[in-house]
């Protein structure tokens, strides 16, 4: 599951992932977009090259879409038994909102991964603004990536990567540009954290 | 054989017991599920989403074939509400989506920066009227046909037995302009330009205010809601959250209860940090209704002796629970959140896949 606020990058990094994964893994993906306010124009790029991809909305806001992507979830497992399901979680959630009712609900899954994409760009502005919901989505995931890397300082990133080990030590943190692709021993490294 | 009118004023009494934090002869429950009531019936949503006659009688025939309902918290609907709310672009079924999907608030940045200037120097209602014609299709126009209908829904409802709880929506400035510059604009004008967003602010609360009393003069409703979604305590700083958020509520509700009618805080997300605030606002005029993402316990706990609570069986239960998880889990807010000062409800709305057993299941459960 990648988490992560509105606009930080999750959209290009799942691209990213997904060709890797399909491409030089040979593994079967479907990605599920799962998103509330953003302009809903970044699934249809990704069908557009080529990936399954399932759109979950809500009519306004989280509460409604946790449900439907646990279905959504179920039918994928029956339907496609995919080797990975990649989920785009709403910028507006916390990651354990979603993971609580697909641990409950979800058929079909052996493993769940959650990284998180901060967005270095606007860390200091985003840590500022919705402290509680930035740390948070950093403090339930797995693998943190600092994206962006490219439109911020080199201290906006520091205070990204100290802030990060202090709510959650057990992550490791990457710096990516995102924009730019991500380089091959990246991905390796997410997947060794992802199966192991 | 006990009328309709009878009926109705029993319900309405249990209501308004549980309201002023008394202890009704049971606890009331009053549902809402806007589009699951059209997928129940087997409605498509593209043929009731936008006419609110229809959609009326089809919340009407749902709710009587799904049990005995005190109340409904709508007794009609139309998309264009949402449009309202959020000064958004709509992706209706039908028009935009398939027949059968459901509605979509089309979040994107509609509003301008400069718009804070208009709204400061011209006032909200110049903005708004040439907001709705010119960026929103003549939105007013659209809207109107749900104002008008109300009278008969309200009626329609009532002459069931059926109390129409809170058929109207106001919300703050934070809400309208989060929806209308996309949350992510909004939150860099938050950190930009914050005097001019709270100059902004001050202009149009005047004005929803005054559009909030005068909906309650024509069509005096026992409640409205005062909805709040991305304003959230989650979702800003406490310090921002105090400057942005709470005064404007606060003056919204007092506005709301000034003129006799409850002001339903229909708040998604999560707002357990400051539900001490919620004490401020008046004592036994207000309902606190959260989505199932705020602690309810922990609001039955701080604001118990306050606010009325209404909710909050989560949206996720009611599509993938069994009937006896849900009746389990309302069984336990009937118990530890009532019986008095409690409403029992779904959180936020009865998603449009939620199995109808599962519905029946809340609503049978206030029964024992």
Known sequence: MVSGFLGSGKTTFIRHLAGYLVVQKEQRVVIIENEAGEVGIDDRFLAREGFQVREIYGGCICCQLTGELTLAVNQIAERFNPDWLIIEATGIARPSTILNTLRKYGKGIDNIFTLVIADTGRWEELSEIMPELIFAQIAEADLVIAGKIDEASESALQSLMAKAKEINPRAEVLPASLIKGIEEPVLRRLLQHAYA | ?368
């Open chain 2, 1 to 368: 054989m006990v009328t309709a009118r009878e009926l109705y004023e029993e319900r309405l009494n249990r209501i308004k017991t549980a309201v002023a934090l008394g202890k009704p002869d049971r606890v009331p429950v009053v549902p809402m599920g806007d589009s699951f009531y059209l997928k129940y019936l087997r409605v498509k949503l593209a043929d009731s989403c936008t006419n609110p006659k229809l959609f009326n009688e089809a919340i009407l025939k749902a709710v009587t074939s799904l049990g005995e309902v005190d109340g409904i918290q709508h007794p009609s609907f139309s998309v264009y509400l949402l449009s309202v709310l959020w000064i958004s672009e709509l992706k209706i079924p039908g028009r935009d989506l398939p027949e059968d999907d459901l509605w979509q608030v089309d979040e994107k940045e509609l509003m301008t920066v400069e718009d804070y200037d208009t709204i400061i120097n011209q006032g909200y209602k110049k903005f708004l009227d040439d907001y709705y014609m010119h960026r929103l299709d003549n939105l007013n126009a659209k809207f109107q046909q749900f104002v008008e209908s109300l009278p008969d829904a309200i009626k329609a409802t009532q002459d069931m037995g059926i109390v129409p709880f809170s058929p109207g929506i106001t919300t703050i400035p934070y809400e309208v302009f989060c929806g209308g510059r996309s949350m992510s604009e909004f939150l860099k004008d938050l950190f930009r330009i914050p005097d001019k967003v709270q100059a902004a602010m001050d202009v149009a609360i005047e004005d929803i205010v005054e559009s909030a009393r005068q909906f309650c003069r024509a069509i005096k409703p026992i409640a409205t809601w005062v909805g709040g979604w991305r304003s959230a305590s989650e979702f800003l700083s406490p310090r921002l959250w105090q400057r942005f958020v709470f005064p404007y509520y606060k003056k919204l509700v007092q506005a709301v209860v000034d003129e006799g009618v409850i002001a339903v805080l229909h708040f998604d997300s999560n707002w357990t940090r400051d539900l001490e605030y919620l004490r401020e606002l008046p004592k036994g005029k207000c309902v606190f209704s959260p989505d199932g993402t705020t602690d309810i316990f922990k609001a039955k706990e701080i604001l118990g002796d306050h606010l009325c609570i209404m909710g909050d069986v989560p949206a996720a239960l009611l599509s993938l629970g069994t009937p006896d998880e849900v009746h389990n889990y309302c069984r336990r807010l009937i118990e530890n959140i009532g019986p008095s000062g409690f409403i029992l409800a779904q959180g936020c709305d009865i998603p449009p896949n939620a199995k109808p057993e599962n519905v029946k299941a809340m609503i049978e459960s206030v029964k024992g």
